[in-house]
């Protein structure tokens, strides 16, 4: 009997396609995944911050292209797969992590626009991204698809009611997509980050931060982009193909911790 089976941990020539690969934890994962040997679609808004980061790949020896889309646009997102279908000539690896957070009271004048804006971009691009990628994905009956909530995806703060809304939705949408494509080949899980040092946590202030974190998280920090990078990598190896449905958490501890 073999001692163990071929299952590896080599995403080597895999396609990932990565949203909002410009900055943060989009970034990182890039980077990641491309010093991993896949081959990276750098996914974003805005084309120099793209730019700047695909050459920031190329020039460790990886391969990446840019693609410019708003994820919360349908028609941009069946283009985006289009070309980057066109471009690798398919896609193994979806990872769902372009978001935004927009601070608004529930009696705001503008609530009903940020409502819209933030589930657009958090949660029905996730849905749109999937059913254009779907028939690549399936192709070789090993996709992956990791999306990007928070611990605003299994508990809640005061002010984010959109954002919290919305990321309660991934974690639910990551189970039912489980559900229903696990016989289709494709996983579906997903990746809780707590509080990392990233553009959308770069205007609170150090001290701040500092504070949150001693008072509510175990490891007394914030998290790296590369850590939850790491997390998200876990979820998409070939060695990971019994993972489906998973919500799995990088928070230091955050979610758990009563006192
Ligand atoms: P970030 O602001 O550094 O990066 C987000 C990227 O998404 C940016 O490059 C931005 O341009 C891109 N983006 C936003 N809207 C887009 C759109 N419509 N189309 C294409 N790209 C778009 O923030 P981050 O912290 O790295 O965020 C990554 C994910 O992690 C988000 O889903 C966020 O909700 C989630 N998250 C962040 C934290 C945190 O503490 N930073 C905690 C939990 C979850």
Redesign the pocket.
Known sequence: MARLSLLSRSIEGQVALI?????????ATAHLFSDEGARVAV????SE?ISRVVDEIRNAGGEAQGFE?????AE?IKGLIRDVTQHYGGLDILI??????RPVRIDAEDYEASWSETL???LT?HIRLLRESLPFLEQKGRGRVVN?????GVGAQPNVSA?TAS?HGVVGLTRAMAVELGQRGVTFNCV???????????LIPDKSKEKFARRRVPLGR??D?EE?AHATLSLVLPAASYINGAVLMCDGGLSIQNS
Do not use: L
Not at 43 to 46: K, M, S
Not at 148 to 152: K, M, R, V
Not at 192 to 202: D, H, W
């Open positions: 949203t909002g690969a410009a900055s943060g934890m989009g970034r996914v974003d808004r805005e911050s889309a708003d994820v919360g646009n941009a769902n992590n372009a978001g935004i957070s657009d971009v958090n691009a990007i909530a928070s611990t605003e954002y990321k809780c980050p707590g509080p990392i040092e990233t553009g959308m946590t770069a914030y998290g982009p939850v």
